[in-house]
């Protein structure tokens, strides 16, 4: 192979995307992939990683797609799957944090913590601190999948294990609001603190997408999760506007916003309570600091 073709070779950029065994983490995995990208699949169900990675592989004609096994509910797999990343590469020019989800009855993840904060944030924000030094590398673009239901999300950082008082029922919308809001504060906390490295971060709305999302929960969610039906888009829609942030020219001047449609959207008035984001930033470290002993 002489210099120029394999130069031709190399991928135009390398790419981590955790959820992307399914919905909007899986077109968007396949649409990366499709211009140039080497993507590598956090996954938790390897088998089904598998057979996605040789479906995208097949549809992309592009052999580097990558399945590691990764569950996001336990600290343990991702530090193992940041550890595998970083002895094999280089450089991450993209951190698709796309895996998340709406518990319909309170669960404890590996870890002992509420698992709509585990799922949503704590593993990605472990994943991200990880794989800093390649993402550093890579001056990397960080996009975390975030929601419109954050405006119905507080900081109850008295209440991150989602206690349940007696006589009360836990409260998935809730608990799913809290997550989709530290999201954004995740997004503005690395885009405030490495800027300096040449990384960039995003938080993303991608829609209400019709896929299996929400499809356990009952009562009030349930009836919410009906009658958005018919507003639903498709989820290669829903990855349009991660693949817009993996892939465009220039969006700097925009990092630590919060996109929607390809475009910077309003987030509600609490997304930009410094004093809650710094707190949430040193929980979260605190929560991963016997990972970085």
Known sequence: MTKVEFLKAMPLKTTVITGATSGIGKETA???AQKGHAVYMLVRDVVKGEQVRKAIIAESRNEGVYVIYCDLADLQTVSAAAEKLKGGL????????????IINEREVSADGYEMTFALNHLGHFLLTQGLMPLLERGQARIINLSSE???MGKPEFNDLYAEIPTGKKYDAIKAYGMAKLFNIYFTKSLAEK???KGITAFAVHPGIVNT???????????????LAKPFMVSAKQGAQTSVYLATAAKPDAQSGQYFKKQRVAKATKLADNADARARLWDISKQMIARFFK
Not at 91 to 96: G, Q, R, S
Not at 212 to 226: E, H, I
């Open 194 to 196: 490495y800027k300096s």
């Open 90 to 101: 280089f450089a991450i020019n993209v951190l698709i944090n796309n895996a998340g989800g």
């Open 149 to 151: 239901a954050h405006k």
């Open 30 to 32: 396949l649409a990366l």
């Open 212 to 226: 299996n999302f929400g499809s356990t929960l009952g009562g009030f969610g349930g009836l919410l999760m009906l």
